[in-house]
């Protein structure tokens, strides 16, 4: 059998301690394929983002494993972690903010900048992602003056310049006009299909869900319901 791209093992989080300790994550366990399209559903305050920010190394969970590529994370640190989750990871989250002063060019580059790419080959490259979103017009504009479906198309494009794995969206049209959100959409999934990126996608819409080859639903920081567990009953 193959090796997960990623996998969670009885994986808790608690929030807070004593009487306002908040139990988020209760224990979740799932194995994702590497090129599955996987989504991540359920009601507000469910555990949905803190679960996203566990798999995506930006946090770290009080018990439990999670392994990339078959390999425990627990053992990454530091640089090293920062390095893994640069090189692996492209993030589609709506706190992870443009930095508005500066151009849309510039924050495409960052990821590349944190990688020691040298400037020649990032500023190629980050062209090249924001070509593919069309936006290659905009490179000098100021991140600030974008539309919000620009914005989101800007944050693909950064997530897609250092060529990842996998990425992690946390409800990316969330914010979006039905059109724009339906283009964004094409865009996470063309990646998927066409250059094999893993994509785990947070969502309150079940149209977006729908398309995903699999969906987990979550309540109350468990899973309640998972569409490959059922496959395989
Ligand atoms: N830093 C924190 N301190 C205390 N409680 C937190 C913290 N972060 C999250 N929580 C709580 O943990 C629970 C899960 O939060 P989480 O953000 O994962 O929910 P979610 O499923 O992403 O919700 P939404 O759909 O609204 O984004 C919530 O009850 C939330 O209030
Ligand atoms: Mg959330």
């Known amino acids: 059998m193959n090796i997960p791209i990623l996998e969670a093992r009885d994986v808790r989080k608690s929030y807070g301690r004593g009487s306002n300790r908040f139990d988020a994550l209760k224990g979740i366990s799932f ?3 590497e090129g599955d399209s996987v989504a991540i559903v359920g009601k ?4 949905k983002s803190t679960l996203m920010h566990l798999l995506a190394l930006l946090d770290a969970a009080d ?3 999670i392994l990339l590529a078959g390999d425990d994370t627990a053992h990454l640190r530091g640089s090293r972690l920062n390095k893994t989750r640069n090189q692996t990871f ?3 989250f709506q706190q992870f903010f443009l930095t508005g002063t500066t151009t849309v060019l510039d924050n495409v580059m960052l ?3 944190i990688a020691g790419v040298r400037r020649g080959e990032r500023r190629r490259r980050a062209m090249a992602a924001l070509e593919q979103l069309d936006l290659a017009d905009k490179a000098r504009n100021k991140a600030a003056n974008l539309s919000g479906g620009q914005k989101q198309r800007v944050v693909i494009a950064r997530a897609l310049v250092n060529d990842p794995r996998l990425i992690f969206a946390d409800e990316p049209t969330g914010n979006l006009d039905t059109q724009t959100g339906a283009v964004v959409e094409d865009i996470l999934f063309t990646l998927n299909r066409e250059h094999g990126i893993t994509l785990i996608v ?6 977006l869900a729908a398309r995903c080859d699999r969906r987990i639903v979550i309540r109350d920081g468990l899973i309640i ?3 490959a567990e059922e496959a395989a009953a």
């Not at 507000?44 to 555990?47: A, I, L, V």
């Not at 947070?202 to 149209?207: G, L, Y």
Request: proline share 4%; no cysteine.
């Open 31 to 33: 194995r994702i394929n």
């Open 44 to 47: 507000s305050g469910s555990g």
């Open 63 to 65: 018990s439990g494993t």
């Open 90 to 92: 492209g993030f589609v």
């Open 111 to 113: 990821p590349l900048k």
């Open 202 to 207: 947070v969502t309150h819409d079940e149209d």
């Open 225 to 227: 319901e998972d569409s």
